[in-house]
């Protein structure tokens, strides 16, 4: 009867020879796939080409309508903020009777000057008839012809200061110097407002524009005519067109201004902040499931499929994205294959288990 001893050594040794087995048997045997991917191929697809930007809602124009009388009380506002004017429509009154006044004793200077200059010509006119005569010497006579040049002189003067009070008469009412829209109002009925005071701010024509911010190399693909469109904070879009790319770049922000014109619409409103992009043009566009690019430390990988079962880990180039598919750059081709779905939790050179899209 074998001892215990003996029974120890033979337990051992058959636990080895199994063991031995087992590690030959996982030797021979292929590796475990670690997940199983779906494949697809890139597609070549015709996708527009369009620049996004964000950009401010500005007024094309804004005319500063000012004062332009000295010491007179406001007496009508007839505009108020949002208003639809018409070049030439009255905005506001000054009181004008200090100024009737003033331009009724303009008047009254003005026939006083001329009566005197009809003197002077007159005087002017007969020391003329007797020079020669002895009547009059030459020095009385040259004194009688500057007095009338001096007379003709104070009458053109008062007829200046004439027009200068009915002008001031005439700028007593404010006037809408172009058609447009009311956008800001500080005139105040009984406010004496100096000349320069600005009184009404005016959207000229109505006219708003998008000021959208580009770099430098977008830039360079925006011309004029440019189809552009803008997405508001509703989800209401408008549709503009460029009509000029600013020639020089902000020093700060080392981007540049294109200036988009924008049709009328009750729900665009100056100083709005919006979304938009330039519509320039197609082209062919290599693209693959959003799902297929992996973000990892910065870069985009996709995992290429390898004919011997495993999965190459390759960096790409991501470029425009429309719905749920990516354009790459560059770092594959139309032919190759790659795994669609699970790449997250992938690694490079992991055997996988592909079935077909």
């Known amino acids: 009867m074998p001892t215990v001893s003996a029974r120890l050594f033979f337990v ?27 494949a697809a191929s890139p597609a070549l697809e015709t996708w527009p080409i369009r620049i996004p930007a964000n950009g401010t809602i500005e007024a094309w124009q ?19 903020v949002g208003d639809t004017v018409k070049a030439g429509q009255v905005l506001a009154v000054f009181d004008d009777e200090p100024v009737k006044i003033d331009v ?28 020669g005569s ?6 009385v006579i040259t004194k009688y012809l500057t007095t009338e040049r001096s007379a003709r002189a104070q009458a053109a003067a008062a007829e200046a200061s004439l027009a200068a009070q009915q002008l001031r008469l005439t700028r007593t009412r ?17 406010a004496v407002i100096g000349p320069g005071g600005e009184m009404f701010r005016l959207i000229r024509q109505g006219r708003l524009e998008w000021r959208a911010e580009l770099t430098d190399s977008e830039l360079e693909h925006v011309t004029p005519e440019a189809v552009a469109r803008i997405t508001l904070t509703d989800g209401h879009s408008v549709e503009g ?6 020639p020089t770049l902000n020093t700060r922000t080392r981007t540049g201004l294109v200036y988009v ?97």
């Open 104 to 131: 009724a004793q303009a008047k009254a200077a003005r026939a006083q000057a001329w009566a005197a200059a009809e003197a002077a010509r007159d005087d002017a006119e007969r020391a003329k008839t007797l020079r």
């Open 261 to 357: 014109d924008l049709p009328p619409d009750s729900a665009i409103r100056p100083g709005m902040f919006v979304r938009g992009e330039f519509d320039l043009g197609q082209s062919t566009a290599l693209t693959v499931p959003q799902e297929a690019v992996t973000m990892r430390e910065a870069f985009h990988y996709v995992f290429r499929l390898e004919t011997d079962g495993t999965v190459r880990q390759t960096k790409v180039t991501p470029g425009r994205r429309i719905g749920r598919r990516v354009e790459i750059l560059d770092g594959i081709t139309p032919d190759t294959r790659i795994a669609m779905k699970g790449t997250g939790f992938l690694n490079d050179g992991d055997p996988v288990r592909v079935v077909e899209q």
């Open 174 to 190: 404010v006037l809408a110097p172009d058609d447009g829209v009311i956008s800001a109002r500080n005139a105040t009925v009984g």
């Open 12 to 38: 051992i040794t058959l636990i080895a020879l199994l063991s031995a087995c087992d590690r030959h048997s996982d030797a021979d045997s292929p590796p475990r796939p670690a997940l199983t991917v779906t």
């Open 62 to 80: 804004e005319a500063i309508i000012c004062s332009d009388v000295q010491a007179l009380r406001l007496a009508e506002v007839l505009a108020d």
């Open 134 to 139: 002895g009547a009059l010497s030459d020095q």
């Open 241 to 246: 067109t460029v009509r000029v790319a600013a």
